[in-house]
């Protein structure tokens, strides 16, 4: 029984020590990982910030209880799919802008929701 059992328990540890292998990852891998992580998520926050930052965005706000600063503040405490949902939004509006697709009183209506949504968001 003794040499079934330790046959056992070096067969185990042996088929162990392959599993652990094979599940490490390269530190020079986990960090490029990270670092494009971190970047894709500084672009998406730029993205937003350049979005409330700009004049006719600023202009809309100022008719709304949202500050600027509250959104400033808030924006890099947002998860990253809340950062990434938010990004691609301010992109579209941005498009829609640039077509003439939005009047002034709808932009005004969208920055105030969007700016709301921010702010509810960490408020929760």
């Known amino acids: 029984m003794a040499p079934v059992l330790a046959a056992s328990i070096g067969l185990t540890m042996s088929t162990g020590s392959l599993k652990a292998e094979e599940r490490v990852v390269p530190s020079s891998e986990l960090h490029t990982t990270l670092v494009k992580a971190q970047e894709a998520r500084d672009a998406k926050r730029k993205e937003v910030v350049d979005f409330f930052s700009?004049?006719?965005?600023?202009?809309a706000l100022k008719g709304s209880s949202v500050e600027y600063k509250k959104i400033e503040k808030a924006?890099?405490?947002?998860?990253?799919e809340e950062l990434g949902s938010l990004a691609l939004r301010t992109q579209e509006i941005k498009s829609d802008l640039a077509a003439g697709a939005l009047t002034n009183q709808q932009l005004t209506y969208?920055?105030?929701?969007?700016?709301t949504a921010v702010v509810v968001i960490l408020a929760t």
């Open 54 to 59: 700009s004049p006719q965005v600023r202009k």
């Open 75 to 80: 924006v890099p405490l947002l998860s990253d």
């Open 110 to 115: 969208i920055v105030i929701a969007l700016a």
